[in-house]
Structure formats: C-alpha cells, structure tokens
C-alpha cells in the first residue's frame, strides 16, 4: 500500500493504541496461568494477531467479547507444534524459554525481517539450562524440546532483553530456585515493565541492580484479570506532531507506567515544546525550538520519532545509543539515513552518536523498508514538509499500529492514496 502525506496543521485528540509489548506479555501471562484469562485492551496489530493464532494452535480458547476484550479458557491439546511467530522478535525470544518448560517438541518459525534476526543470544543459555535448541546457524527457525531445569544462567544483554523477559516469566514455574547473571544490561526500562507486570500476577523476583535475578521456584499465576495501558512508543509519533504542527493531545497514557519510553516527554521539552500532562492526556503544542542531547541507549524506539523531532529543530541534536539500531525489523541506523537524505536532509552517525541538522524536509518518494517506525516517521516528515512525501509500503504500520494512519486523518491531517 502506497500513501501521501502532504503538509498539515494537527489539532484535535487521539487515543494512545494499546502497548504491544504489555499485549503479548499479557498472552504469555495467559498461556502460563493454566486458567481462564480475562483481557482488555489488547492491540489488534499484526504482531498480537499472530500471537493469538500461535496460541490457538497450543491448545487455548479464545473469545473475543469485541475488537479488544478476550477471553482465553485453559488449554486442552495442541493443534500444532510448529508455530509461526509473524515478524515479532518479542514473541520468538519470550515464547522459546516458556515452550522449553514442556519435554514436547516445538519449532519457532519467523517470517520477513525476523527471519534475519540472530537468535544466538537464546541458544547457548537454553542449551546450558538442559533444553535441546537448533537453528538455521544462529537465525529462526529454531527447534526447542526441554525441559527447562532450574539453576544459574548466563546471558548477555546488550543486544537485547527479550529473552530475559521470557526467562522472568517461565523460570518461576520450575520446581527448583534459579539465577539468571546478565552481562551489560539494555534496555531496562523494558526489564522494569516486565518484573511490574509479574508482580501483578503474583510472581516475585528479586532484582539486583539488573546485573542478577533471583527467582524462587514452585510459583504459580494468579487468575489473569488485566487491562493493557496505552502505549507511549506509539503515542511518541504524535506527541512529537505536536511540537511542529500541533497542539495535539493524546489520552490514555500512564504517567507512572514502567514504558521506558514515556521519557519522550522529557525530550519535547529539551527540544522547547510545550507539554502538558494531566490524569492520563498528554498535549503537546509547539514552543521554542532548540536543538536537543538524548541518552536513548535504553529506549532505542524512540529513536525514529526523535530524529524527526531533531528535523524540526534549529541546530544540530545528537542522539546516543546508535549500536541499539542494528537488528530491528529493519537496520535503522542505515535506514533513518536514508530517509532523511532522500527528503533533502542531514544525518550523520558519529560511533554511537547520531547527529541530526534541523531543516525542514522536501517532498519525496519514500520507502518504509518494512518497518513500521520507518513508515510512522516519513508520514510525520510529509506533514511538516515544504510538500508532500509519499510512502511506499505503509502497510509496515499494521505491525505495531494500525489505525496510525486514520488517527493523523482525525487531527487533520492530509492522508490519501
């Protein structure tokens, strides 16, 4: 699907689609529990729906009392032990350690970018946990048949803390007590959201300083009652409009949620916007710009709405945290790059560092590379460009946020094919 974004004023309100990570972690939550689950909220991006057709085929129920409130009853038999786990790295890097508390075989298959997202981080800490896993040299599909046994495992976490989150969640349920030791932590906020949403359910861990987890074994979930809250990684699109072609107001956002990417809204005020927060709304108006510093090593999907945000700004921003960028759906370093430079302006990546020069971007023609950030953000250059951009490929926002497109039509927003 081919789209123009061509340039606008934004006003009005939106609601914040629900968290896709909360979503599929709420699933696994559901999956684990053995008991019927009660969910609100839950995204309907691709990535949830593929979710839900893996959990159909591992034997769950599910009923859908409208477009976002489910009811999972308890698994019977599996349908299938071969599952597909859409483009979501999330759900293969969660699922493989919950699937490896069972002694039954399952194979973990991706499709699109995920196919060429390395898995290696996963297969040598399985492997020294008693779980047998195999792997096209390192890249899904991968092979898994446990069981799980309890102990130490070591793990890096500097490339990412999905598999962590799917450790947290299945070792809990082992017979035994276990230590997870992680090398070089990242992203921690998402690690923060994780252990938050465990303890909503009744399981405990103990964190020390993100560098050892110690989990008691012979726990067990308690009946799954959970609404989603919105998400602040896609309301950061919006929130950063506002700074340039708002006021726009975005509700439903938790101010004490555990998304670590609620910290754009201490971006928009470096960068001189105009914030108001207030019981769950955010509006954002525009101020006075001025280039901005950001640490987003912990938060890299903030990445592509802040180097829009940067565009807009006077001066020349800079971005830390660049070697986060490398194996997302696409390589988003390159990507961003590439982008800009096609709209006329500058970018440059310095190490670690990226270096945006605010310019106000040309019309283009521009590809989504199959991400849907990607796709997010050229929508947001054509609406604040000199003229239009189009977009090839922004079905690319299905996988995250698929009514991105109809919420710019409700604040104003010039969006046609």
Not at 34 to 48: E, P, Q, W, Y
């Amino acid at each position: 699907m081919n789209l123009t974004a061509s340039p606008s004023q934004l006003t009005g309100t939106i609601p914040a689609p629900p968290s896709k990570s909360l979503s599929l972690r709420a699933l696994g939550a559901a999956f684990l529990s053995r008991k019927k689950a009660f969910l609100k909220n839950i995204s309907s991006c691709a990535d949830v729906k593929n979710a839900l057709i893996s959990l159909k085929e591992l034997g769950l129920h599910i009923e859908h009392i409208n477009d976002s409130t489910l009811i999972l009853h308890p698994q019977s038999s599996v349908e299938n032990n071969i599952l597909s786990c859409g483009e979501s790295g999330l759900w293969l890097r969660m699922m493989a350690p919950i699937l490896s508390l069972s002694n039954q075989p399952y194979v973990l298959k991706g499709a699109g970018s995920l196919c060429e997202r390395p898995v290696q981080m996963l297969i040598d800490p399985l492997q020294n946990a008693g779980v047998f896993v195999d792997s096209r040299q390192g890249f899904p599909p991968i092979t898994l048949r446990g069981p799980l046994h309890p102990g130490t495992i070591h793990l890096s976490g500097k490339e990412t803390s999905q598999f962590l989150t799917g450790l947290l969640m299945a070792l809990p349920l082992l017979s035994g007590p276990s230590r997870i030791i992680v090398d070089e932590l990242n992203s921690r906020p998402y690690i923060d959201m994780t252990l938050s949403f465990l303890d909503h359910f009744g399981i405990s861990v103990e964190n020390q300083r993100y560098q050892e987890f110690i989990i008691r074994g012979n726990q067990q979930y308690q009946p799954v009652d959970f609404t989603v809250e919105g998400d602040w990684s896609g309301a950061a699109f919006f929130l950063v409009a506002g700074a340039f072609a708002g006021p726009v107001t975005v509700t439903g956002l938790n101010p004490d949620s555990s998304q670590g990417d609620k910290a754009i809204l201490k971006a928009l005020r470096l960068a001189g916007a105009r914030v108001i927060s207030e019981d769950g709304n955010v509006t954002v108006l525009r101020g006075n710009p001025k280039p901005f510093e950001f640490d987003a090593v912990h938060t890299p999907d903030l990445f592509p709405p802040l180097a829009v945000l940067a565009h807009f700004s006077p001066g020349i921003s800079s971005i830390k945290g660049v070697s986060r960028l490398f194996h997302k759906e696409s390589n988003r370093a390159t990507a961003l790059q590439n982008l800009f430079r096609s709209l006329g302006l500058s970018l440059i990546i310095k190490d670690d560092v990226m270096l945006v020069q605010g310019g106000i971007p040309q019309g283009g023609t521009v590809s989504s590379f199959n991400d849907h950030r990607m796709a997010m953000s050229a929508a947001l250059l054509g609406l604040g460009g000199r003229s239009a951009v189009s977009l090839i490929g922004a079905e690319a926002v299905e996988k995250s946020y698929p009514e991105f497109f109809d919420h710019i039509r409700q604040l104003g927003g010039k969006i046609y094919e």
